[in-house]
Every structure is written in structure tokens, then in C-alpha cells.
């Protein structure tokens, strides 16, 4: 005859326990799988504000002219992969689409008193400026987005308790890069020269100016006069 008595069986309180964390992780599980869709999750996580307020650091007085911008956008191929393992297993492919923009400007606070040259009857005046320079890309991460994502096993195993499952931030970078190397191909600075000319004449002319000359780059080098040079002469016959 069997024996069974209340030493071998678990405590009701126990039963109890064990019960409420195996539902409360069977929440879970199907609330981040998004298959309780007409359920509430109880576990959602909510977002606090509870920055505090906005310190003003420094303020910089602007000398530049922003003479051109250019919107891009690109498409962003990011794969990582292991050895020896396929990517079935381990591995990510991202595409990535990033849109951003680049401003070209003219400095115009580094121009000295010499880049200034007008005539004597003030009529004429001639500006030496640098050349146009590229900003840095600003990222515009609202029409930034993933378009697709193919991860591997022990990929999406990490992805599902992680913070960022779409490495935003090297996505975002390479985005940016590629977009900055691509500005420097086009005409940005050579609109940004244009329209700064296009300016500086139709202000100067208000003044009273007839004849404006806009001119980038630096100034001409003058030729270095070599020192010691003598005057070569031709030594004519001797006699003895």
C-alpha cells in the first residue's frame, strides 16, 4: 500500500508562487513576441520625461555665409557574419535607408583688411575670399529607416533582450560618412562660391560700388628674387 503523506507534498503557498511567476513570464514572453495583441501587455514599458531643464553653454557669433545645401539621401548595406559559422546560425544584414544634408559656406570672419582692395575714386572693388567648405552632415533620422534585417539565430536571441536591435548608432554613422564623402564630389561648393559673389555684387552695387570682382583662393605667391645673383657678362679674348 502506497504511503503518502503531507511531508511529500508541496506547501500550497509554493504551488501558489511557482504559478504567478510562470504566468507573469508567460506575459511576457508573448507581449514582446506582440501575440497579444488585444491585451494590454502589464509589463509595457513606459517612457518618464524627467530631464531637467536646457543649460544655454555659449553663444558664437556667426561669420560664415551659408551659400548652398544638399539633401541626400543612401542606402546602407551592413552585414556582419562570424567564422566558421553560417549565417543561419550567426549573423546580420541590415539595409538602411539615411537621408540627410550638407551646407556649403563661405568664411567670411578669417577675410583680413588686405582681401579689400577699392579705387581711389571708389568705384570699383575687388574681395579676395577662401573657399567654400562643407558643414558636417546633419542626419535627418525622421525619414531615416530600416528597411530590412536578416539575423541569425543566436542573433535574434540577443536582439530580443537587448536595447538596440538595429545597431542605430554605427548605422548612423556610416550613413553620415558616406553621405559627407558624397557631397565633396558634387558642385555644393562651387554653388556656395556662386551665390556668395551673386551677394556680395548686389550689395556692394546698393553702396554706390559700378565694377565688383569677387575672387576665391589665396592670394598668388609672388616669385622668391634670388639673392647674390650677379649680372652675367661675357669675358672677351686675351692677348699674352
Known sequence: MAISGAAGRMPWWARTAIGVVVLALLFLLLGKANLLPGIPNP??????DRSGPVLLKSIQDMNRFEGASGNFEVVVDLE???????????GKRTLYVGAGSVDAYVDLGS?????????????SATIRLPHAALERTSLDTKHSYVVSQQRGFFDRIGDFFGDNPGNAQQLNELAAQKIQDAAKQTELGARAETNTKFM???LLTSLGFEHVNVVFGPPPKAAPTPSGSATPTTAGPTSS
Open 43 to 48: 509589463f509595457a514599458e513606459k517612457d518618464k
Open 111 to 123: 577675410v583680413g583688411n588686405d582681401a579689400v582692395k577699392v579705387s581711389a575714386d571708389r568705384k
Open 80 to 90: 556582419k557574419d562570424a567564422k566558421f559559422l553560417p549565417s543561419a546560425v550567426r
Open 200 to 202: 556680395l555684387e548686389h
